[in-house]
């Protein structure tokens, strides 16, 4: 059934309403009126089963049926901190990284980044990437909307190392050891409710300065299987791993 994020300022109790780009989804794509039942998602009390009372030309009002019990989110807080990359590579993995369950997206400035964003086309890839992390959040049935943040440099990194409980990044060079410790055995460490922030270097990896860094500030590199994985294939790599580890063994 399709679902809406509606913000807290349209709800009153168990009445709501929906409008914006939502109302035109609705109304014009869905084709659904008076009567139809539709999922709203509130940000603190999650999903509701509503019916929708009235139909305007731009809002759409709606009562609560019933509120849903769901269980869609990762048992750990993920955060991807994502390089830029060339071409739409960075959209496809907050998309994809939203389906799989990431909790939030922070793209990086590498020092071998191709993608150069100054400051006034960082606030609109910021807007876009968020608008598709929505819409993956609706498609995919999550109960929250993993928020895209700023970009940041090395040095914002490693302040965020605090917040967390599990710093890592993903490092080629553990992929050409023979001997490396396993991702799984990564895993094993994690408990419910814990948060992981884990970085993922640019189409050039990361620089010798860059690893040097991160290592010196208590980030763990991790191994992603034997291979080496593209830049926008390896969040989606540990996002499946650790769902599998955590949600399906």
């Known amino acids: 059934m399709q679902r809406y994020f509606v913000d807290q300022e349209y709800w009153n109790d168990d009445a709501l309403y929906v409008n914006g780009e939502d109302t035109h989804h ?43 019990e769901e269980d869609r989110e990762l048992p750990v807080h993920v955060t991807i901190v994502a390089s830029l990359g060339k071409g739409d590579k960075l959209e496809q993995i907050v998309q994809k990284g939203t389906e799989l369950g990431a909790s939030a997206f922070i793209p990086y400035q590498a020092d071998r980044s191709v993608a150069k964003w100054d400051q006034k086309k960082a606030v609109k890839k910021v807007e876009r990437l968020q608008k598709i992390s929505k819409e993956a959040s609706e498609q995919s049935e999550r109960t929250i909307i993993p928020e895209v943040q700023s970009v940041h440099t090395i040095h914002q990194l490693l302040e965020l190392k605090e917040q967390y409980d599990h710093c890592l990044f993903g490092y080629a060079e553990e992929a050409r050891q023979e001997k490396s410790r396993s991702l799984s055995e990564v895993f094993e460490s994690l408990k419910r409710e814990e948060s992981v922030l884990v970085v993922f270097g640019p189409e050039g990896g990361f620089s010798e300065s860059e690893v040097e860094k991160l290592l010196h500030e208590g980030f763990n590199s991790i191994r992603l299987g034997p291979r080496i994985l593209r830049m926008e294939t390896a969040p989606l790599y540990f996002l499946s791993s650790l769902s599998y580890k955590l949600e399906e063994v």
């Open 26 to 68: 609705i109304v014009r794509v869905m084709r659904m009126g008076e009567g139809d039942n539709l999922v709203a998602i509130h940000p603190e009390k999650g999903p509701a089963l509503c019916e929708i009372t009235k139909v305007a030309e731009d809002v759409v009002h709606c009562i609560v049926v019933t509120w849903m």
